[in-house]
């Protein structure tokens, strides 16, 4: 993961220097943000790169369309940017049209995410687009990314970011053709399946997914957007990340996220108590790269780095309360590892532990008598 990660940095940062350049600067909000980081206001940052990430949609971008393309066959890393590209456009455009409302966004937001089981089990390119727009969606209007653009802004953005991106691309392909060597070592291509999908509005555990984290992430996103409490977005982001496509592959993914997310606090909790907060915000930024590393194959390592960044800069934020942050994320994720477990049993373990029980019930006995 590593490679794919330092391509995605390196576009992001494209993206945010040319959007930067372009005139577009962060909301009166984020210039507080970046006036109160320790880390800019002792190395004398004219703006902090996290801070542009948070802010500017053009990075996240780039962030989206990078990923579609280095998850790919390297024939098809070009077409997935583009279409990836064109997906930003159209998302950016919805969470603009949404973002002025808190009961538009989780409307929306439930939308978007109920089609992601959905998208999952019909398969092909349509799967990993709802993951890439559910996710940019969340960070385009639950957390903001898009509120201050206006139509024009919107279109600028994503051409930026898309831009930024698929020059990357060009030039690690020049690179490789050059040189032999492949900073991002994409899959080879899988053989194409002669099976039918399934018609994607149909019923099973993929339509019951769909519904139960529409309702659960459309209603806390709608709260938050409101409220601005942090405690409903942890919760939200708990029972969105622990919910897979089996029961034991939730309890799983549970299971390790908790884990992570109690080292994660522990660590950066003891950290602050033992060193100075420019410390502790500077570990918490080289945490991101870390967990982004670690994503695909260290879940538990990828919560752990998250938590420890999450927190740093919560605390910073909030004149070094570094220990009230470790506690509000702890208790955040038990209350959405409890939510999630509950109504994920609920919805879907339940009615398949019925299914199978009618299913034996009616089966002729095996001696055939």
């Known amino acids: 993961m590593w490679r794919p990660a330092i391509a995605i940095a390196i576009a992001s940062t494209l993206a945010g220097w040319l959007t ?135 279109l600028v953005q994503a051409a930026i970011g898309t831009g930024a991106a698929v020059l990357v691309l060009v030039v690690l392909w020049i690179i490789r053709r050059l040189t032999g060597f492949a900073l991002i070592q994409q899959p080879p291509a899988k053989p194409k399946s002669t099976e039918k999908p399934p018609p994607f509005f149909s019923g099973g555990i993929a339509m019951r997914q769909a519904l139960l984290l529409g309702v659960l992430l459309g209603t806390t996103a709608g709260l938050w957007a409101a409220t601005k409490n942090h405690n409903y977005f942890w919760v939200m982001v708990t029972f969105w990340a622990i919910t897979q496509a089996t029961p034991d592959a939730t309890f799983d993914r549970g299971l390790k996220r908790v884990v992570g997310v109690m080292v994660g606090c522990l660590l950066i909790g003891g950290l602050a108590v033992v060193s100075t907060p420019d410390v502790v915000v500077t570990v918490g930024f080289i945490m991101l790269f870390v967990g982004v590393v670690c994503w695909a194959r260290y879940y538990t390592i990828y919560i752990a780095a998250i938590s420890m960044m999450t927190v740093a800069l919560h605390g910073d934020l909030e004149n070094y309360e570094f220990g009230h942050w470790v506690l509000l994320r702890v208790a955040d994720t038990l209350v959405g590892l409890v939510i999630g477990f509950a109504a994920y049993w609920l919805v879907i373990t339940l009615p398949e532990l019925r299914k199978a029980h009618r299913e034996a019930a009616a089966a002729p006995p095996a001696d055939g008598g």
């Open 20 to 154: 930067w350049l372009a005139g577009y600067r962060p909301p009166e909000a984020a210039r507080f943000i970046e006036g109160h980081f320790s880390l800019g206001q002792h190395l004398g940052f004219e703006y902090q790169l996290f801070v542009i990430a948070k802010v500017l949609p053009a990075v996240f971008v780039a962030w989206f369309v990078m990923m579609a393309a280095s998850f790919v066959p390297r024939k098809k890393s070009l077409p997935s940017a583009l279409l990836a590209g064109v997906a930003m456009l159209a998302t950016l455009l919805l969470a603009w049209g949404a973002v002025k409302s808190p009961w538009a966004v989780g409307a929306v937001m439930a939308v978007v995410i109920a089609m992601g089981p959905l998208a999952r089990r019909h398969g092909g390119a349509g799967a990993g687009l709802a993951m890439l727009v559910a996710v940019a969606f969340f960070f385009f209007a639950v957390m903001g990314a898009a509120k201050d653009l206006d139509p024009d802004g919107v």
